[in-house]
Nanobody
Framework: VQVVESGGGSVLPGGSLTLACAAS????????MSWYRQAPGKERELVAM????????NYADSVKGRFTISRDNAKATVYLQMSSLKTEDTAVYSC?????????WGQGTQVTVSS
């Protein structure tokens, strides 16, 4: 299973950015894809998650109303639309695919929010 993130970069506070996570190498129809982030000196935290069937979502309180997670099952790809970005959103964002009890992680992509 391969998990590849893309879309990171630098943005001004108040700006927007969209991340993508493409998974491949499996045939499961039921899986959960999640975005996590880790800022320097902080613990990794769950940002948002979505199920492949039903599209059920869950968000961290700190991003509710600003971030939107969505999926394209045909491409096994998940997107994280981030808006009204704050400096505290600066972190390495990583995608996780959970197939049953097994987790697969991408390498991560840097998001920097700075003026």
């Amino acid at each position: 299973v391969q998990v590849v993130e893309s879309g990171g970069g630098s943005v001004l506070p108040g700006g927007s950015l969209t991340l993508a996570c493409a998974a491949s190498g499996f045939t499961y129809s039921w899986y959960v894809m999640s975005w996590y982030r880790q800022a320097p000196g902080k613990e990794r935290e769950l940002v948002a998650m979505i199920t492949s069937i039903g599209g059920n979502t869950n968000y961290a309180d700190s991003v509710k109303g600003r971030f939107t997670i969505s999926r394209d099952n045909a491409k096994a790809t998940v997107y994280l639309q981030m808006s009204s970005l704050k400096t505290e959103d600066t972190a390495v964002y990583s995608c996780k695919v959970q197939l049953g009890t097994v987790e697969y992680w991408g390498q991560g992509t840097q998001v920097t929010v700075s003026s």
